[in-house]
């Protein structure tokens, strides 16, 4: 499944997206932690503290459902306004 | 049914011309607040020269639409416009525009500082600056995130 980056952690990653080897369906901890392997260098961005999840670009929880076609974006705590 | 405008450009706005439309043929509200944010030079102790701003097309209006219909299920709005800039801005440029329109006062403070607080903490926007350090991506605050506590009900 393909999971989309943004702004600083798609700077560090050095990646805008990654296709992941990941059965579905899955979870946002699943796919985390898949990611945390495939980027082992960089598991301190990725963890829950350094980087949201959002699923069909709503933001979600660790326990939030991902089902074939979701649309799955990892980034950094925003700072907009 | 409140009249919800959104929009995320690169282009400036014009709070004149935002102003003339929140009062066209508007002859139920006897409240406008609205809120508008700047470029400012100095951001967490350095000297800032410009920012650029990204977002994540799509999920950004989204959540916008989200932050203003809760807004509007908790006050009595009539009008909300709302436009947030991308790209590159400078020093004093304007970011944002938060305006609000009610019957009465109460619910317009309210609600402008409502969308804004949730803006800050829950819409995909990423501010990158450049300092005399060069560029450094600007770290989220948790008083940002703190600052929705008092909007638990």
Same mark, same amino acid.
């Given at each position: 499944?393909?999971? +989309?980056?943004? $702004? /600083? %952690?798609? #700077?560090?990653?050095?990646?805008? @997206?990654?296709? *992941?080897?990941?059965?579905?369906?899955?979870?946002?901890? +699943?796919?985390? $932690? /898949? %990611?945390? #392997?495939?980027?082992?260098?960089? @598991?301190?961005? *990725?963890?829950?503290?350094?980087?949201?999840?959002?699923?069909?670009?709503?933001? /979600?929880?660790?326990?939030?459902?991902?089902?074939?076609?979701?649309?799955?974006?990892?980034?950094?705590?925003?700072?907009?306004? | 049914?409140?009249?919800?405008?959104?929009?995320?450009?690169?282009?400036?706005?014009?709070?004149?011309?935002?102003?003339?439309?929140?009062?066209?043929?508007?002859?139920?509200?006897?409240?406008?607040?609205?809120?508008?944010?700047?470029?400012?030079?100095?951001?967490?102790?350095?000297?800032?020269?410009?920012?650029?701003?990204?977002?994540?097309?799509?999920?950004?209006?989204?959540?916008?639409?989200?932050?203003?219909?809760?807004?509007?299920?908790?006050?009595?709005?009539?009008?909300?416009?709302?436009?947030?800039?991308?790209?590159?801005?400078?020093?004093?440029?304007?970011?944002?525009?938060?305006?609000?329109?009610?019957?009465?006062?109460?619910?317009?403070?309210?609600?402008?500082?409502?969308?804004?607080?949730?803006?800050?903490?829950?819409?995909?926007?990423?501010?990158?600056?450049?300092?005399?350090?060069?560029?450094?991506?600007?770290?989220?605050?948790?008083?940002?995130?703190?600052?929705?506590?008092?909007?638990?009900?």
């Amino acid at each position: 499944m393909k999971v +989309l980056f943004f $702004a /600083a %952690l798609r #700077e560090t990653l050095q990646h805008e @997206q990654v296709e *992941l080897p990941v059965a579905l369906p899955a979870t946002v901890a +699943l796919i985390r $932690a /898949a %990611l945390c #392997e495939y980027f082992p260098q960089h @598991q301190q961005n *990725l963890n829950a503290g350094n980087a949201l999840a959002a699923v069909n670009q709503t933001l /979600a929880t660790e326990d939030s459902e991902i089902n074939e076609g979701d649309e799955v974006a990892f980034f950094p705590p925003v700072t907009g306004g | 049914m409140a009249e919800v405008y959104i929009s995320v450009q690169k282009h400036d706005f014009d709070i004149s011309h935002e102003y003339a439309t929140l009062r066209e043929d508007n002859r139920s509200d006897g409240a406008i607040v609205f809120f508008s944010g700047l470029v400012r030079e100095m951001n967490q102790g350095s000297k800032v020269s410009g920012l650029s701003l990204e977002h994540y097309p799509g999920m950004t209006e989204k959540a916008l639409h989200a932050i203003v219909d809760e807004a509007c299920q908790r006050w009595p709005l009539n009008r909300v416009r709302l436009i947030h800039r991308i790209g590159q801005l400078a020093i004093s440029d304007q970011i944002v525009f938060v305006a609000v329109t009610s019957s009465h006062r109460e619910a317009a403070f309210s609600a402008c500082h409502f969308i804004m607080d949730f803006l800050k903490s829950r819409a995909p926007f990423w501010k990158k600056e450049v300092t005399s350090d060069g560029e450094r991506w600007v770290e989220a605050l948790s008083k940002d995130q703190q600052a929705l506590n008092k909007w638990q009900a």
